[in-house]
């Protein structure tokens, strides 16, 4: 006898290209969870009307996406610690007619960084590049390691200056421009969207060491503009497939109280990218 699935989406505009649908089947297959998982392609002006859909059709829980994790943040009726420093929800839970933002975006980059890459966060000078949406969500946890230092650098400078403020409660947080930045770090995450375009913030390479980690946490096909500039110049560099992959972990445990094995689902969406 075969219950009904439990229902969840993901909600964003553009939706098509999402890996969400495919990680979350994954994941409940290793698991043994009954559940189904679907893309739901928002109009830009109704994220909530969407959303109060969904919840009278019994979905239990959404991750949200591009252009929505703002409009999430504001809709939540409860919001967990992490969320809140965030500015922005990824993942919501809808339980007796209330809705409960977090956001995983934070600790799915720290879990790719620690466990996956080996690299330790704990006492290492860390560079955070940009100020955006994408570096806020993951600040807190990124500080709950307790690096050593975090600079946030930014072309905009007075948006570093803001975040850094804005953080000094949970760390040694500090804000900078590029032009200044001449010593190496052990880590460099670059959190700008500039790899979209296939830019470079104009970084001096002296930042690079030769035991430096450098993380972007956008993926690709090939390594990303920043990664080869990293590599060039003595790092290791890893894209954020692995954020990505982790971060669903993380919504799928919230949801269902079961952690799944991220490694084999990583290898096969890493393969599935090689081959497009
Ligand atoms: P996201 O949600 O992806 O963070 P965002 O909030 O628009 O998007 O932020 C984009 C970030 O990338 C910003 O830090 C931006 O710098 P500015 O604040 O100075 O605009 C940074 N960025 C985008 N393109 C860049 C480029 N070509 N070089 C350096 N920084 C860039």
Known sequence: MNATPDRYTVIGNPIAHSKSPEIHARFAAQTGQNLVYERILAPLDGFERTVQDLIREGVRGSNVTVPFKLE????????????????????????????????????????????????VLAGRKVLLLGAGGAVRGVLLPILEQHPAELVIANRTVEKADELAAQFAGHGSVSSSGFASLKQPFDIIINGTSASLADDLPPLDPAIFGNASFAYDMMYGKA??????????????????????????AES?????????????????????????
Do not use: C
Request: net charge neutral.
């Open 72 to 119: 999430a943040y504001a809709l939540a009726d409860s919001l967990t610690e992490r969320a809140k420093a965030a500015g922005a929800v990824n993942t919501l839970s809808f339980e007796n007619g209330a809705i409960t933002g977090d956001n995983t975006d934070g600790i799915g980059l720290v879990n790719d960084i620690v466990r996956n890459a080996g690299v």
């Open 223 to 248: 390594p990303t503009v920043f990664m080869r500039f990293a590599q060039k110049h003595g790092a290791r560099a890893r894209d954020g497939l692995g954020m990505l992959v982790e971060q669903a």
């Open 252 to 276: 799928f445990r919230i949801w269902r109280g079961v952690l799944p094995d991220t490694a084999p689902v990583y290898a096969d969406l890493r393969a599935k990218l090689q081959a497009e």
